[in-house]
């Protein structure tokens, strides 16, 4: 079955640090990727995509993502978190297909520590 | 653009009432979506709308939900009988809806938290 995976529900960092929020799909044929960040009682923020083209992406407020065929990896980074980087975060993959939908991982949460 | 509009927020129901939610959707966007989303998950899709056409839906959606989308604009979605597992937020999507579905992302909603009791 296709499935997205986020290794780690929650992980915490200090102001300041690298953040790296970890995604690895299941695929056979390269998918579309995606990722989202949720802000408490608010719907999903689109980040960055990936649909062809170079695997480095970058998005919003400094996040960047790179797409590893190989290793059937999307992992998110950050150089230096801020504070207002705390939020739920989501991979999203979108197979074609029979199944023809955006599918989620299960989310990391990140907290940010002063 | 005003982005994807919901309502209400927030519902508290009684076990076995009928409730209803409304999604206006990005103007000129011609794809609708829900999801569901409990407490420590991503997302599930439910079903999604091309115009007012219902495309498809998932194995989530019991015969209690049912969705609609009349005039290719607003949409619905109603739970019939609530249970307390239909707890969750919903969340609603819309998207423009080209040719390449892929590179169209999704405009979320703020979504509508339903609390059954």
């Known amino acids: 079955a296709q499935s997205v995976t986020q290794l780690g529900s929650h992980v915490s960092v200090s102001e300041g640090a690298l953040v790296l929020l970890r995604c690895n799909y299941s695929?056979?044929?390269?998918?579309?990727l995606f990722w989202y960040v949720q802000y408490p009682n608010q719907g999903l923020q689109l980040l960055l995509k990936?649909?062809?083209?170079?695997?480095l992406v970058k998005g919003i407020n400094g996040f960047e993502a790179e797409f590893k065929k190989s290793e059937t990896s999307f992992h998110l980074t950050k150089p230096s978190a801020h504070m207002s980087d705390a939020a739920e975060y989501f991979c999203?993959?979108?197979?074609?297909?029979?199944?023809?939908?955006?599918?989620f991982g299960t989310g990391t949460l990140l907290a940010v520590q002063p | 653009d005003t982005g994807v509009s919901q309502d209400p927020r927030h519902k508290i129901t009684k076990r076995g009432q009928n409730v209803t939610f409304r999604c206006d959707p990005i103007?000129?966007?011609?794809?609708l979506y829900w999801y569901r989303q409990t407490l420590g998950q991503g997302p599930e899709f439910l079903t999604y709308?091309?115009?007012?056409?219902?495309?498809?839906k998932s194995r989530l959606l019991s015969d209690r939900f049912s969705a609609e989308r009349p005039k290719g604009s607003f949409s619905t979605l109603e739970i019939q009988r609530t249970e307390q597992g239909d707890s969750a937020m919903y969340l609603c999507?819309?998207?423009?809806?080209?040719?390449?579905?892929?590179?169209?992302?999704?405009?979320f909603g703020n979504g509508t938290r339903l609390t059954v009791t």
């Open positions: 103007s000129e966007h011609n794809r």
């Open positions: 999507a819309s998207s423009p809806g080209t040719d390449r579905h892929y590179n169209s992302p999704l405009h």
């Open positions: 695929s056979s044929v390269p998918p579309y």
């Open positions: 990936y649909t062809t083209g170079a695997t």
């Open positions: 709308f091309q115009n007012e056409a219902q495309l498809e």
């Open positions: 999203a993959v979108f197979y074609g297909g029979a199944t023809n939908k955006l599918i």
